[in-house]
Structures are given as structure tokens and as C-alpha cells.
């Protein structure tokens, strides 16, 4: 599998001079398989430069998000393949008992928030509720698994050709109890992230900062790296930067998340922040890039 980061950035977009190096777009992650079939984690606003780099192709684009979050969803609107009439587009999510995910999505893709309505598309969109399946698309297999967050919310689990990847951008493992005074069958998403190639998980927060922000959903840097280590993760992508931070806050945080995480026995190659528009290689080590498309 190859990964593309395409945004990173957690809450709201955070566009300038002070976030062009790791990214202002919000969260939006692009999947390649071994056949190449495309899957596409979220689609928050980094969905928008996806879209327009996305060649025309015949198979459906799989939409999987794992909540409905504004960050998440905004860049839905702004999907070039969904204003192609060609376009065979399926949206995977959490169910709710509130109402239909195709319902919960429509609130954003109409008035007033929208000049269109999800039935006005000119391509054809499915939805799909994803609460606690497992299937196939193009060959990979994929996992959903409910996790802790404000609202329904999925972790996925993708297995292809070998290797497998987690992505767990909204995640609050603990919710203020140490990860280490919990036993593995009372961690969130435990088992969707255990033994995985490559985990892309949350990292919102200073462990300072998160004393302030307990139960909002998202996790500070200390349990982020206890999570990676007790599920046994070969690689971790930093994910879901908090939108005041930046670019020179996060490569001091860089700094600060290495030293921990060797502390705990890890390498510094297993590990490093979501950057957009970086590639990686599932197999390949994180100080080996993917060749630029």
C-alpha cells in the first residue's frame, strides 16, 4: 500500500506562513492498493487537492469517514469527482440512531450551509454504514471498529497485499487515566491497531495542554506513544495537529516526541508527524521516502 497525507490538521483549517511546512488543510488521507483501487480516509479540506489531482477512472472512489466532525466532512462540497457525471462514489461512516448517515451528511451539503443538495450531484453517491463490519474493496481487507470520541465515531483497519494500516485520527484512548494503569481490554481500539504496518493516530495535544482538555476527544503526545508501543505498531504517523501549532512549535514537539518514544524503546525511524502531501510506503522504513508521484 502507498499513503498520501493530503491534510493533517485537526479542528479547523489553519492556512499561512506559520503552517506551510507541515500543512493548514484538515484531515484527508489517500490509500493506494496493490491493484491500484483508491481509498480515501476522510474528507476534510485536503480532499479538495485530491480531487483535482485524481485521474478519471472507472472503479467507485471509496469515501471512509470516520465521523462527522466538520473537519472531517468539509471538503466534500469541494470533491471534483462529485461533479462528474462519470463518477461512482461510495461513502462509508458511523451509523447513528439519530438518522441515516446519507441524512446526517446532507445537513452540510445543503442551505444554507451549501448552494447545492446531495441529491442535485450529477455523480452517482451511495452511503454506506460501517459500524462494525468487516469487507472487501479492491483485494484489501477492511475493518471497522467503534472508538472513543465525542459522537459516533470508526477507526479503520486496512490489510493489503501483506501489510496493514490503522487510522485512528480522533482518539482519546484513556480519557485521563494513564494508558499504563489499563489493561489491553479496556483501551479504545486495542485490537483494530494491534501488530499494524503502519498506525496514523491523534496527537492533538501537549501532555501539558491536554490537562485542559480532558473529554474532548482527542489525545495528548504521552498516550499517543503508549498506545503505538502496547499495540506493537511498526511505524506511527503523528496525526491531527492542533491548529495552533506551528510549523516551529511542531518540530520542537518533533523533538520533545522522539526523546519519549525512545524512552519507551522504540526507534526514531518508526515514528514522525503527519506532513501534507508527504508519500510513504507501507515495507519501507520511515526514513526511506516514496518516490514522488
Known amino acids: 500500500m502507498r499513503v498520501k497525507v493530503w491534510g493533517a490538521r485537526g479542528s479547523i483549517p489553519a492556512p499561512g506562513p506559520e503552517t506551510m511546512r507541515y500543512g493548514g488543510n484538515t484531515s484527508c488521507v489517500e490509500v493506494t492498493l496493490d491493484d491500484g483501487s483508491t481509498l480515501i480516509l476522510d474528507a476534510g479540506t485536503g480532499i479538495r487537492n485530491l480531487g483535482l489531482a485524481l485521474p478519471r477512472v472507472e472503479r467507485p472512489i471509496h469515501i471512509l469517514l470516520t465521523h462527522l466532525h466538520l473537519d472531517h466532512i468539509q471538503g466534500l462540497m469541494f470533491f471534483a469527482p462529485a461533479f462528474r457525471p462519470e463518477s461512482e462514489i461510495v461513502i462509508w461512516g458511523p451509523a447513528s440512531p439519530e438518522a441515516s448517515l446519507r441524512d446526517r451528511v446532507a445537513r452540510y451539503i445543503s442551505a444554507p450551509l451549501a448552494p447545492v443538495e446531495v441529491r442535485e450531484l450529477p455523480s ?28 459516533p465515531t470508526l477507526g479503520y483497519r486496512i490489510e493489503n497485499a501483506g501489510t496493514s494500516l490503522c487510522y485512528i485520527p480522533d482518539h482519546e484512548p484513556g480519557l485521563g487515566t494513564p494508558l499504563a494503569d489499563l489493561d489491553d481490554d479496556w483501551i479504545s481500539g486495542f485490537d483494530l491497531a494491534r501488530n499494524a504496518s503502519m498506525l496514523i493516530h491523534d496527537c492533538q495535544y501537549t501532555d501539558d495542554e491536554y490537562a485542559a482538555h480532558i473529554g474532548w476527544g482527542h489525545s495528548p503526545f504521552s498516550d499517543t506513544l503508549n498506545f503505538a508501543q502496547r499495540v506493537a505498531a511498526d511505524r506511527l504517523l503523528l496525526f491531527h495537529h492542533d491548529p495552533l501549532h506551528t510549523d516551529d512549535f511542531l518540530d520542537s514537539f518533533s523533538g520533545q516526541i522522539c526523546s519519549r518514544w525512545t524512552e519507551l524503546g522504540g526507534k526514531s525511524d518508526q515514528l514522525e508527524l503527519a506532513t501534507e502531501r508527504r508519500e510513504l510506503e507501507l515495507g519501507q522504513s520511515a526514513a526511506e521516502p516514496a518516490p514522488a508521484s
Open 124 to 151: 452517482h453517491v451511495s452511503f454506506r454504514e460501517a459500524e462494525s463490519l468487516e469487507w472487501e474493496i479492491g483485494g484489501a481487507k477492511v475493518r471497522a471498529q467503534a472508538v472513543t470520541h465525542r459522537g
